[in-house]
């Protein structure tokens, strides 16, 4: 090896060195303590690890309260997912032409982004108040009776999910908007000329040419969606009727782990979660190979 190809060698590998000690620390080894640490419960009195095998994983199995909670966290993500990419496209699609304040409203789009989850989930908390919210005072205006926003079952789990579309929307528009800068004009010039409507080449020309940000944004917010924790812990008390019906996978490993000190069966759950994680992501990139080759 050359000196200088020896120099560009030692450098790269320097420069990238503290990220991936940063994922070594962080991720990797983290991943396999837990799946080292679900083959144990704790011991009587938190004293220490006792081995018991695949005990974990059968009561897992055999458990109503995981697969109601995976079923919730399935429900959280269908609702989240598909709106809050599609209203972040539509955003950034109207952010993108030249108008006047445009960066003003980009702006007021991003701001849920930087705000402090807990902060995001105790506003909306009491908007969705059932006695003196802001929903249900509007609602009186009209003449209609209150709603349990959250307390209410069959409900519920929608109205977080409303609270994670509006804190993701300026996210996903941002990612958008610089899949949409890297389309160039001359394709939207060339169908003006040809009379194709704005909406035509909003479908015949943004979203096939913007569809592998559409694909990374999807993956992500899939993996964010099936990771939720923060919005439920801060607007689902332990005495609320709904619970049951909107705790996550997340949430239940909290509960088992922290709250319980039962970290091995807690350990069990995350692995559940990250299995399925692995799945629908292996899906998803397979389907994008599939059209991409189409």
Known sequence: MKKANRNEFIWGWLFILPTMIGLMVLNIIPIFQTIYQSFFKTGDFGKGNVFVGLDNYIRLIHDEAVWQSLINTIKYAVIEVPF???????????????????????????????????AVAMVWRWMYNSKFGLLNFLLSKLGLGPVNWISDPKIAIVSIAVVGIWSVIGYNMILFLAGLQEIPADYYEAARIDGAS??????????????????????TRIIAAFQIFDLVFMMMDNTNTALPKTQ??????????????????GSAIVILLLAVILVITFVQMKIEKHINYD
Request: aromatic share 18%.
């Open 84 to 118: 809050s990419v599609i209203i972040g496209l539509l955003a950034a699609v109207l952010l993108n032409r030249k108008m006047k304040g445009r960066t003003i409203f980009r702006t007021i789009f991003f701001l849920p982004m930087v705000m402090a989850p807990a």
């Open 198 to 219: 704005s909406v035509r080449q909003f479908f015949q020309i943004t979203v096939p040419l913007i569809s592998p940000t559409m694909f990374f944004v999807c993956i």
């Open 248 to 265: 996550t996978l997340s949430y239940l490993f909290y509960k088992y782990s922290f709250m319980q000190n039962n970290k091995g069966y």
